[in-house]
């Protein structure tokens, strides 16, 4: 791992990790960390861009995006058997995967395959020499707990969960705003959760998704 990465790391550690661990998470790696309560996990990665993306990017390859998860064990093994039974999932093994968008303006900052581009919101860059990884770090941590947070706690409670995916539909992340992704409306990805949550619930699954404004085009936005 270089220098760079390494600086990384360590200021996720001491930026990111505390206010984590102040709402309850308590598993941790170098830039991931995991929080459970009962069949549900949340998950948080800051993902270092890589060496094979970083050129496509235009950005150093331990620049990072930030990712986040809520994932319902039953309802994921029912999906997808092969994710069974993982005491530390992947966020793209979630029920719904969140994608963070960046409030740091970083123009200038992206090269993709070596010319000028414009400014990523899901990525934060972070130079050659990592001089600025500080304040990086700390507008992600920010944005986390600000943006990203809150949507797990959303998502965190079947009823509110089954609200939300029968009427909201905003994968696409925004500067300081969220994507939140758990399926397009009417996909089988979609209809498999729909279905789960309403057996939870005790719902009709088949009648809420005749009437879901999400497939009618009445989409909120808060």
Not at 91 to 109: A, D, E, I
Not at 119 to 142: C, L, Q
Not at 176 to 183: E, I, K, R, S
Request: proline residues 6%; negative net charge; glycine residues 12%.
């Amino acid at each position: 791992m270089s220098a760079q990465n390494q600086a990384v790391t360590r200021a996720i550690r001491r930026l990111v990790r505390p206010r984590l661990e102040a709402v309850g998470f308590d598993d941790f790696t170098g830039r991931k960390a995991w929080r459970r309560e009962g069949d549900r996990v949340d998950v948080v990665d800051f993902q270092a861009v890589g060496g094979y993306s970083s050129v496509g990017v235009g950005c150093t390859p331990f620049s990072f995006g930030v990712y986040a998860g809520v994932r319902y064990d039953d309802c994921e093994e029912q999906w997808d058997r092969w994710t069974a039974g993982e005491p530390r999932p992947h966020y793209s093994t979630c029920t719904v995967v969140v994608v963070l968008g960046k409030r740091l303006q970083q123009t200038g900052s992206f090269r993709p395959w070596g010319d000028p581009g414009e400014d990523r919101v899901d990525t934060w860059a972070v130079r050659e020499s990592a001089s600025d990884v500080e304040e990086v770090v700390r507008d992600a941590a920010d944005t986390l707990v600000a943006t990203g947070l809150p949507v797990l706690a959303d998502w965190g409670t079947p009823e509110r969960a089954y609200t939300l995916l029968l009427s909201r539909f905003e994968p696409v992340a925004g500067p300081g705003v969220p994507g939140v992704h758990a399926g397009a409306p009417g996909s089988p990805r979609w209809t498999h959760t729909v279905r789960w949550l309403a057996g939870r619930l005790g719902r009709d699954a088949e009648q809420d998704i005749a009437e879901a404004a999400v497939l009618r085009g009445q989409v909120s936005r808060g």
